[in-house]
């Protein structure tokens, strides 16, 4: 899995980085086809100070490309929320991936 943490008005310090790190582990060990990451993590200048922090990430798995965003005061909070919608976008995505064809009971005649 290549990742790629990048920052958008914000250095990426080492703690910061560590943390995507482990959030986006969950994403891996759900499903093990996952080719490329990529998180932006961004720094609004607006007035409030409600969803000022962002973070962004693309996902190649195996077949799609996965997106998803998240905005909140606080950054590790934003990055909790984004790693848990890739989560259940990732779960989803396993789901109708898999082959849940079954054969068709033979007929005794």
Same mark, same amino acid.
Request: with cysteine; hydrophobic share 40%; net charge neutral.
């Given at each position: 899995? #290549?990742?790629?943490?990048?920052?958008?008005?914000?250095?990426? %310090?080492? @703690?910061?980085?560590?943390?995507? %790190?482990?959030?986006?582990?969950?994403?891996?060990?759900?499903?093990?086809?996952?080719?490329?990451?990529?998180?932006?993590?961004?720094?609004? #200048?607006?007035?409030? !100070?409600?969803?000022?922090?962002?973070?962004?990430? #693309?996902?190649?798995?195996?077949? !799609?490309?996965?997106? @998803?965003?998240?905005?909140?005061?606080?950054?590790?909070?934003?990055?909790?929320?984004?790693?848990?919608?890739?989560?259940?976008?990732?779960?989803?995505?396993?789901?109708? @991936?898999?082959?849940?064809?079954?054969?068709? @009971?033979?007929?005794?005649?």
């Amino acid at each position: 899995m #290549n990742l790629t943490i990048s920052g958008h008005h914000l250095e990426v %310090t080492p @703690a910061l980085r560590g943390y995507v %790190t482990s959030k986006l582990e969950r994403i891996s060990r759900h499903f093990d086809q996952v080719v490329d990451v990529k998180v932006l993590l961004t720094v609004d #200048n607006l007035k409030e !100070k409600d969803l000022r922090q962002r973070a962004e990430c #693309n996902i190649h798995v195996k077949g !799609k490309d996965l997106f @998803a965003e998240s905005a909140h005061a606080d950054l590790y909070a934003a990055v909790d929320e984004l790693a848990d919608k890739l989560d259940r976008q990732v779960l989803r995505h396993k789901d109708k @991936a898999q082959d849940h064809h079954h054969e068709s @009971a033979k007929r005794l005649m």
